[in-house]
C-alpha cells in the first residue's frame, strides 16, 4: 500500500519551533513534487511548501523566512521546520506527493494531517 505519514504536529505558544516529517512508503517508483499544505475548518486548503526532486523550493508568502523545507529522495522523505509560529499558523497540515507507483502510473497522495496549534 502505498501511502504518506506524517508526525511533528503539537501546540506551542508563538514565537516557537515545530518540525514536520513525512515519510512515503510502497510501490514507489520516483516521486516528482512533494510539499505541505495546511487547511483551517471551513476555508480551503492553502499551499505552505513544495520541494522538487532536484531541490527547487516554493513558499507561500506568509511562511517565507519563517518555514523552511528539505527533502531526502533516498528515503522518500520531507521535512518542514516551522520557525517564530504565530497564531495564524494554526492549522491541519497535509503532506503531499505527486508519485509515480509500479503498476499505477500517476497518483497523488494525501497523509491523513496532523494538527499545528500555535497559542498563548
Known amino acids: 500500500q502505498v501511502q504518506l505519514v506524517e508526525s511533528g504536529g503539537g501546540v506551542v505558544q508563538p514565537g516557537e519551533s515545530l518540525r514536520l516529517s513525512c515519510a512515503a512508503s510502497?510501490?514507489?517508483?520516483?516521486?516528482?513534487?512533494m510539499g505541505w499544505y495546511r487547511q483551517i475548518p471551513g476555508k480551503e486548503r492553502e499551499l505552505v511548501a513544495t520541494?522538487?526532486?532536484?531541490?527547487?523550493?516554493k513558499y507561500a508568502d506568509s511562511v517565507v523566512g519563517r518555514f523552511t523545507i528539505s527533502r531526502d529522495n533516498v528515503n522518500n522523505t520531507i521535512i518542514l521546520q516551522m520557525d517564530d509560529l504565530k497564531p495564524e499558523d494554526t492549522a491541519i497540515y497535509y503532506c503531499?506527493?505527486?508519485?509515480?507507483?509500479?503498476?499505477?502510473?500517476?497518483?497523488?497522495?494525501w497523509g491523513r494531517g496532523t494538527h499545528v496549534n500555535v497559542s498563548s
Open positions: 520541494i522538487s526532486t532536484g531541490g527547487t523550493t
Open positions: 510502497g510501490s514507489i517508483i520516483s516521486i516528482r513534487l
Open positions: 503531499n506527493s505527486q508519485t509515480i507507483v509500479a503498476y499505477r502510473g500517476f497518483v497523488e497522495l
